[in-house]
Every structure is written in structure tokens, then in C-alpha cells.
């Protein structure tokens, strides 16, 4: 495996579409996005022109950037009947991207379907991306548990993305990425240790945004929790969108390198200037190689 950024947006026509088909949000209206709980905002074009994106991958130097669903704007807690249309107009555009792109596929999280994500995940998707809010507790995880179940079956990844930001229309505009994005990962890091990882031993799950940094409360649950060591889960990985050389160095001591890969959340924010945050070569090649293998693959060097 080349370079890899394990976390990008990038709108195929196909969503862009979809979405400004639509009265209620999540829509487009043009260029600008509604949403419920966010105030409206204006998405440039040129974030979501390909060719243009491709030539920044490039110059980037990666082999592969992964796309997703940007899980925020409420499609899969849409009803079945309203998810799939944008689910399925994401799917469509997502699969023809050209390299060095890939995809994460989406599932709607209010009426499950494992049949037909599974049916999704056969045209060569990575593995299922989910909204963090979506595995918050363990009635999330009970019913979202036939599609992990679907990707320990097929030996595929997990990624867990901030959902939508309820209550945040009247606040700054930063105010959702920074408060109930943050609070969502963070109770989908522990949420996973006591719900999660029980009923799916072998699933590998990436977490966005560093896991809202929960891993930094490693002490704390050591004092706290449940009294069972809170020892690193080999198949549990953080990336490193929004994030800079202060929080992933903290995260590093608390979990070690093999945990971390590179993600940058473009075009919502810029890949880091040093790949490896500071922290030597070797460090660079584990966060852009060596981990995004095993996370993707289960393989190893």
C-alpha cells in the first residue's frame, strides 16, 4: 500500500443532486448546505471538483485517499424511504471516482438493512462508515449490530464519524465541530470498549477526530471505570483530522503509534504540513502506511 488519508469528503454530481432535489434538510440549494441543527453553509465548488481534488491528492503525495459520506448533514438517520435515494446517489458517484480515490459505504441507521449494505459493500467499497451518535450506547449498538456483524463476516473495517449536531443553529458556526462532535466520539470510544468490542472481538474500527480525544482519559478510567485494565486494542485506530503535533504526540504516548493513521477530513481541513506531526520518519510511515494496512486489511509488514 502507497500513502493513504483515511478520511475525506469529496460530493460526486450524483449527491450533489440528490440533495438539491430535496425541500427539507439535509439540502443544497446551490451551493449552500441545510441543515437541521447547523446554521446554513456555503460549500465552495471547487472542494467537490474531482479532477481538481485528485491533482491536490497528488500533490499530497498519496497513493490513496479515502472518501466517505459526510455523516453530519443526517442522511442515514433519515426514514428508509428518504435515506436511500441519498444513500444510494452516493454510492453510485463514489464507486466511479477515479484514482487514487476510494470509498467508506454508509448505511441508514434508523431502519437497518444489512442485506442491502451488503449488497453495497460487494462493489469494492473499504469497509461501512457510521455516525458516531449512531453507537453512542448500547441500544446503538444493538441495533446497528447486524451491520457490524456483516463487516467482522467479511473480515472489512469500521469507521466511526461525527453524526449530526442537534442544537447548534443559534451558536457560532464553529460551535457543532467543536462541542457535539467532539462529545459524540468521545462517548463512541467508550461506548465501543463496553458494548462494542464484547459482541464483535475481531472488528477493526478507526475513529475520527482522534476519538474526541477520550484515549487522553486512560487514568481516569483506570480510577474510575470497571476495574479491568485498559490495556490498547490492537484492532482499534484514531486518524488525525484537525488535529496537530500537541494532541497526536499525547495520544501516541497513550496508545502508541500502531494505533494512529493519517486523516486529514479535507476539504474541511488541510493535511498536515509535517506527515509525521514532528515525530521522526519512521513515525510518518506508520501514521501513512503501515497502520492504514492494518486497519484496511488486518496485514501487517
Same mark, same amino acid.
Given at each position: 500500500?502507497?500513502?493513504?488519508?483515511?478520511?475525506?469528503?469529496?460530493?460526486?454530481?450524483?449527491?450533489?443532486?440528490?440533495?438539491?432535489?430535496?425541500?427539507?434538510?439535509? !439540502?443544497?440549494?446551490?451551493?449552500?448546505?441545510?441543515?437541521?441543527?447547523?446554521?446554513?453553509?456555503?460549500?465552495?465548488?471547487?472542494?467537490?471538483?474531482?479532477?481538481?481534488?485528485?491533482?491536490?491528492?497528488?500533490?499530497?503525495?498519496?497513493?490513496?485517499?479515502?472518501?466517505?459520506?459526510?455523516?453530519?448533514?443526517?442522511?442515514?438517520?433519515?426514514?428508509?424511504?428518504?435515506?436511500?435515494?441519498?444513500?444510494?446517489?452516493?454510492?453510485?458517484?463514489?464507486?466511479?471516482?477515479?484514482?487514487?480515490?476510494?470509498?467508506?459505504?454508509?448505511?441508514?441507521?434508523?431502519?437497518?438493512?444489512?442485506?442491502?449494505?451488503?449488497?453495497?459493500?460487494?462493489?469494492? &467499497?473499504?469497509?461501512?462508515?457510521?455516525?458516531?451518535?449512531?453507537?453512542?450506547?448500547?441500544?446503538?449498538?444493538?441495533?446497528?449490530?447486524?451491520?457490524?456483524?456483516?463487516?467482522?463476516?467479511?473480515?472489512?473495517?469500521?469507521?466511526?464519524?461525527?453524526?449530526?449536531?442537534?442544537?447548534?443553529?443559534?451558536?457560532?458556526?464553529?460551535?457543532?465541530?467543536?462541542?457535539?462532535?467532539?462529545?459524540?466520539?468521545?462517548?463512541?470510544?467508550?461506548? &465501543?470498549?463496553? !458494548?462494542?468490542?464484547?459482541?464483535?472481538?475481531?472488528?477493526?474500527?478507526?475513529?475520527?477526530?482522534?476519538?474526541?480525544?477520550?484515549?487522553?482519559?486512560?487514568?481516569?478510567?483506570?480510577?474510575?471505570?470497571?476495574?479491568?485494565? *485498559?490495556?490498547?486494542?490492537?484492532?482499534? !485506530?484514531?486518524?488525525?483530522?484537525?488535529?496537530?503535533?500537541?494532541?497526536?504526540?499525547?495520544?501516541?504516548?497513550?496508545?502508541?503509534?500502531?494505533?494512529?493513521?493519517?486523516?486529514?477530513?479535507?476539504?474541511?481541513?488541510?493535511?498536515?504540513?509535517?506527515?509525521?506531526?514532528?515525530?521522526?520518519?519512521?513515525? *510518518?510511515?506508520?501514521?501513512?502506511?503501515?497502520?492504514?494496512?492494518?486497519?484496511?486489511?488486518?496485514?501487517?509488514?
Amino acid at each position: 500500500m502507497t500513502n493513504c488519508d483515511v478520511h475525506q469528503h469529496l460530493w460526486p454530481p450524483s449527491l450533489v443532486a440528490a440533495l438539491r432535489s430535496r425541500r427539507e434538510p439535509p !439540502f443544497l440549494d446551490g451551493w449552500t448546505l441545510y441543515l437541521d441543527g447547523e446554521p446554513p453553509y456555503e460549500l465552495p465548488s471547487a472542494d467537490h471538483d474531482i479532477a481538481r481534488r485528485a491533482a491536490l491528492a497528488d500533490s499530497d503525495g498519496l497513493g490513496r485517499a479515502l472518501v466517505s459520506l459526510s455523516s453530519p448533514i443526517g442522511a442515514e438517520w433519515l426514514p428508509a424511504a428518504e435515506a436511500r435515494p441519498l444513500l444510494d446517489a452516493y454510492h453510485e458517484g463514489s464507486a466511479a471516482l477515479p484514482e487514487p480515490f476510494g470509498a467508506w459505504a454508509a448505511a441508514c441507521v434508523r431502519d437497518v438493512d444489512a442485506q442491502a449494505t451488503a449488497e453495497v459493500l460487494d462493489q469494492g &467499497f473499504v469497509g461501512l462508515q457510521l455516525p458516531a451518535n449512531a453507537l453512542a450506547d448500547a441500544v446503538g449498538y444493538a441495533r446497528c449490530a447486524p451491520l457490524l456483524d456483516l463487516l467482522q463476516e467479511r473480515d472489512l473495517p469500521l469507521f466511526v464519524h461525527p453524526g449530526p449536531a442537534p442544537g447548534g443553529a443559534e451558536g457560532p458556526g464553529w460551535w457543532p465541530a467543536m462541542v457535539p462532535y467532539v462529545q459524540q466520539m468521545h462517548s463512541a470510544w467508550f461506548a &465501543f470498549r463496553a !458494548f462494542g468490542r464484547p459482541r464483535h472481538p475481531r472488528l477493526r474500527v478507526c475513529f475520527a477526530l482522534l476519538a474526541g480525544l477520550a484515549p487522553l482519559h486512560g487514568e481516569r478510567f483506570a480510577a474510575r471505570g470497571d476495574g479491568s485494565d *485498559a490495556e490498547v486494542d490492537p484492532g482499534v !485506530f484514531v486518524e488525525t483530522s484537525s488535529y496537530g503535533p500537541t494532541a497526536v504526540e499525547a495520544v501516541v504516548r497513550a496508545l502508541g503509534v500502531d494505533a494512529v493513521v493519517q486523516g486529514s477530513d479535507r476539504p474541511y481541513a488541510e493535511p498536515p504540513q509535517q506527515p509525521g506531526f514532528g515525530l521522526g520518519g519512521p513515525t *510518518a510511515y506508520a501514521f501513512r502506511i503501515t497502520n492504514p494496512r492494518r486497519l484496511l486489511t488486518g496485514t501487517v509488514d
